[in-house]
Antibody, heavy 124, light 111 residues
Framework: QVQLQQWGAGLLKPSETLSLTCVVY????????WNWIRQPPGKGLEWIGE???????????NYNASLKGRVTISEDTSASQVSLKLSSVTAADTAVYFC??????????????WGQGTLVTVSS | QSVLTQPPSVSGAPGQRVTISCTGS?????????VHWYQQLPGTAPKLLIS???NRPSGVPDRFSGSKSDTSASLAITGLQTEDEADYYC???????????FGSGTRVTVL
């Protein structure tokens, strides 16, 4: 059974850097695109960005333009995990952050599997 | 503000049929990109409900169906059940933004 497990700090102060990690158990998703998506409390979903993990374009990233300059998604191929960093956070970055996988190898553009979500709160 | 527009809420009695619209533009749905639908129960991650406009993943009841036309898409729930109370989101890709976009979300209430 495929399971995405994610973890990271849940409480940050303004101007700090958000850092989350996602790992998959029960399957190999080499060549797939690993994504990060967030959801502010009581609001809708926002796509943050993606990375091609372990495929022919391994390490290739694509980010939401509204967050460019602050967001970095990286991979650790030896550990089959992907990380998200978001710098200079403000209260507006308070949200539940999800990792999710897209099987772009088959041309899919939907999110097959999701992590459990991590609530990150930014407060002074 | 979401790129794809959905009604904030829809409601219906058990057994009824409800539909949720997802309106986009020429840079996303109208550009030919597929539309996907997710169901999100409170406190949980979204779950894929419909992929590629009309396809139901294994395990999704056939009372859920999707359609797409021009710059919009729709999700229909027939034979509404109490366990269908949830938030529903559409999702597609967008040429202008160069990535994935979500709808604003619709809360379904079973009366």
């Amino acid at each position: 059974q495929v399971q995405l497990q994610q973890w990271g700090a849940g409480l940050l102060k303004p101007s700090e850097t958000l850092s989350l990690t996602c790992v998959v158990y029960g399957g190999s998703f080499s060549g797939y695109f690993w994504n990060w998506i967030r959801q502010p409390p009581g609001k809708g979903l926002e796509w943050i960005g993606e990375i091609n993990h372990g495929g022919s374009h391994s390490g290739r990233t694509n980010y939401n333009a509204s967050l460019k300059g602050r967001v970095t998604i990286s991979e650790d191929t030896s550990a089959s995990q992907v990380s998200l960093k978001l710098s200079s956070v403000t209260a507006a970055d308070t949200a539940v952050y999800f990792c999710a996988i897209v099987d772009a190898t088959g041309g899919a553009t939907y999110f097959d599997y999701w992590g459990q979500g991590t609530l990150v709160t930014v407060s002074s | 503000q979401s790129v794809l527009t959905q009604p904030p809420s829809v409601s219906g009695a058990p057994g009824q049929r409800v539909t949720i619209s997802c309106t986009g533009s020429s840079s996303n749905i109208g550009a030919g990109y597929n539309v996907h639908w997710y169901q999100q129960l409170p406190g949980t991650a979204p779950k894929l409900l419909i992929s590629d406009n009309t396809n139901r993943p294994s395990g999704v009841p056939d009372r859920f169906s999707g359609s797409k036309s021009d710059t919009s898409a729709s999700l229909a729930i027939t034979g509404l059940q109490t366990e269908d109370e949830a938030d529903y989101y559409c999702q597609s890709s967008d040429d202008s933004l160069g990535g994935y976009v979500f709808g604003s979300g619709t809360r379904v209430t079973v009366l």
